[in-house]
């Protein structure tokens, strides 16, 4: 947990915070849908999980850009602590 930090502050270099945040909402689930298939786990949502879907995605997004931003401005070790 503690390197994510180290980590985004060298990938923040070659690219940009939404850029880094597109890729993660990209791979995060392209990673997952295999391992819920093969572990056999349900994937499906009601109608009122996904208010709670969209909801926990926005806050997930806005965490992702701050992040990645703030370890661009900032130093590494101090978003950590």
Known sequence: WGISWSSAKILGTYTSALNLSFL???LVPLTLLPLTYFANIKRSVSKKGWFHVVGASVFILL??????KGV???FPGAGGV
Do not use: D
């Not at 965490?63 to 990645?68: D, E, M, Q, R, V």
């Open 24 to 26: 993660r909402f990209v």
């Open 63 to 68: 965490y992702t850009l701050f992040f990645f």
């Open 72 to 74: 661009h401005e900032g």
